[in-house]
């Protein structure tokens, strides 16, 4: 499995407590050179992994546990995408832990659930535009009784249809594989699945299940991140490591 970037990142949050703190482990104007070279390598590595899929590619991010960084470099790398031109939604799919509003500042009083549950007739209205980083949000909504049906449903797939026509990517932030069954459920709706793996925290079992899991399904895996390094840089850098802010 191909390797698309190692992030080594400087000075992020991992002590999330308030929405403000979330928005700080958001690449900006203000984010290390290091950091922002780190995710532009891994969208070139994305763009020439899907480059023989024609139309919308959808990009299903996930990862075997929990606090490995999936939401925030889901977000990262839809910014990085948007910043070469693209048009990017972003689609907070984590029904029971949904964190996409936190780290852009958006209300979470209607999204996904509410869409999928019958509530909410046209996507538009669910569709939430963020200027500062020129890119579209579908936030998670107030946590349903039953999101699994509801990410199976028909009105799952249809949902993307009418986004591939209206997107040149498409992210779709997920919860851990090997806690809940909610990302093999929508993958086979994707492009692909993209992998977030943390240095000295996920194991190679933990891995393999995973693998496991979305082999059996016959979803293609684009690869995936490695984040949290502490590799050393040349001279001029000192180490640093990306921590998440995602917790369950």
Do not use: W
């Amino acid at each position: 499995m191909k390797i698309l970037n190692k992030l080594k990142e400087k000075v992020f949050h991992s002590n999330i407590k308030t929405d403000i703190d979330a928005r700080q482990n958001i690449i900006n104007a203000n984010t290390h050179f290091s950091v922002l070279e780190s995710y532009k390598a891994a969208r070139t590595n994305l763009m020439f992994t899907m480059a023989e899929e024609k139309g919308c590619k959808k990009i299903l991010v996930t990862s075997s546990i929990t606090k490995e960084g999936k939401s925030t470099t889901t977000l990262n790398l839809a910014i990085t995408f948007a910043q070469a031109g693209a048009r990017v939604i972003v689609i907070d799919a984590d029904l029971r832990r949904p964190r996409v509003h936190s780290y852009m500042g958006l209300k979470n009083n209607a999204g996904m659930a509410q869409y999928l549950g019958g509530f909410i007739a046209d996507h538009h209205e669910i569709v939430r535009h963020v200027p500062e980083h020129n890119l579209d949000c579908i936030t998670g909504g107030p946590i349903p009784p039953n999101p699994s049906e509801l990410l199976l449903s028909k009105g799952m797939a249809e949902l993307l249809e009418l986004l591939s026509a209206e997107y040149d990517y498409i992210f779709v932030d997920s919860p851990p594989v090997n806690v809940v069954a909610d990302s093999v459920s929508i993958a086979e709706n994707m492009t692909g699945a993209l992998l977030v793996v943390r240095q000295d925290y996920t194991t190679s079992e933990d891995l393999k299940q995973t693998l496991s899991k979305l082999e059996f399904g016959n979803i293609k895996i684009l690869g995936y991140m490695l984040n949290a390094t502490t590799e050393p840089r040349s001279h001029s850098y000192k180490k640093s490591y990306y921590r998440s802010g995602y917790y369950y």
